[in-house]
């Protein structure tokens, strides 16, 4: 009977150790980001992955840049469902690309199992602080009357067409009922560099790139596009004071291909969650204007599927493609 007992026991354990999840725990897990490393959301993927050790082993950040955010996604995509790879869902690769990209690799809608989201980070209107003072403008009342005033004379830089830049400028342009030249740029350090550089009168930039610039005087802070207030710019309105009902910023957050079984993914989120919620954390992505949000898998693809029907008709409605 003892003997028996023992056998079972051995054999219990043994498929314990052949599970997906266990394996997910003995051996490193791989992180993508499909962007470039030194970023906002390359130096969130590494906080988390240090913060996770402890839970989950060693988590092994892989960039893998290029077509908009599309390789590093897809990558993740095609990946063994076993919970040995894990990527990054943005705005882009998971809401805008879909409807920018005339042919896309992955499905983003079927292709990923969510995991949670990581964080929002507010977009910011911005000015060049000499030009809004030459023209007298303080608000973005000030900038719908001018733009009302003078038809045609106000332009804006965004970091390329589709980018979140350009569909802010022109869902901001629609509610307002204004027009401004849209004039993109190859990337988003070139669109603000033109901004401070007077080349453009004003653009949409997320906070953690704009903050800096805010601080020194160099640009002007006219509002933030989330529905309320942010903590990092005490003072300055959220757009929606002035348009009603206008909200766009930016997220990101942690997907795994799509048949990773559902312990694998609980597993994850029990481990991301907890790591987004430390005051560590919550400190370090403060000075990135992150905030952390921490969600179920069910509450991110949810947002996901929100965002991804919001940025059809704004992709739509801007003409952007790309080939």
Do not use: C
């Amino acid at each position: 009977m003892q003997r028996k007992s023992f056998i079972l026991a051995t054999l219990a354990l043994t498929a314990a150790a052949l599970s997906p999840l266990a394996q997910a725990q003995s051996k490193p897990i791989r992180l993508i980001v499909p962007y470039a490393p030194g970023g906002p959301i390359d130096i969130t993927a590494r906080v988390l992955a240090e913060r996770v050790k402890d839970s989950l082993g060693t988590v092994i950040v892989e960039n893998k840049p290029g077509a908009g955010g599309n390789i590093g996604a897809d990558a993740v995509a095609k990946a063994a469902p076993d919970g040995l790879t894990i990527g990054i869902a943005a705005t882009a690769t998971h809401a805008v690309n879909p409807w920018l990209y005339r042919k896309m690799p992955y499905n983003a809608a079927t292709d990923f199992a969510p995991i949670t989201q990581m964080v929002r980070v507010p977009n910011v209107l911005v000015m060049n602080a000499e030009t809004a003072a030459r023209l007298k403008i303080n608000s973005v009342k000030d900038l719908i009357a001018y733009a009302k005033t003078n038809p045609g004379k106000l332009n804006y830089a965004s970091g390329g067409n589709g980018s979140a830049g350009h569909l802010a400028g022109e869902l901001f342009k629609k509610e307002a009922g204004i027009f401004a030249v849209h004039i993109p740029y190859n990337g988003g350090n070139p669109a603000q560099l033109a901004l401070l550089s007077g080349q453009v009168d004003f653009n949409f930039d997320n906070l953690a790139t704009a903050s800096p610039n805010i601080k020194s005087g160099k640009l002007k802070a006219l509002a933030v596009t989330t529905p309320k207030s942010v903590d990092a710019l005490p003072g300055v309105p959220p757009v929606a004071d002035t348009l009603k009902g206008f909200s766009i910023d930016t997220w990101w957050g942690l997907v795994a291909p799509a048949a990773t079984p559902k312990d694998i993914v609980a597993k994850l989120n029990q481990a991301f969650v907890a790591a987004l919620n430390a005051p560590e954390t919550q400190t370090r992505f403060a000075t990135l204007m992150a905030e952390p949000m921490p969600t179920s898998p069910e509450a991110f693809g949810t947002l996901m599927t929100s965002e991804r029907a919001k940025y059809e008709a704004m992709v739509k409605a801007s003409g952007a493609k790309v080939d």
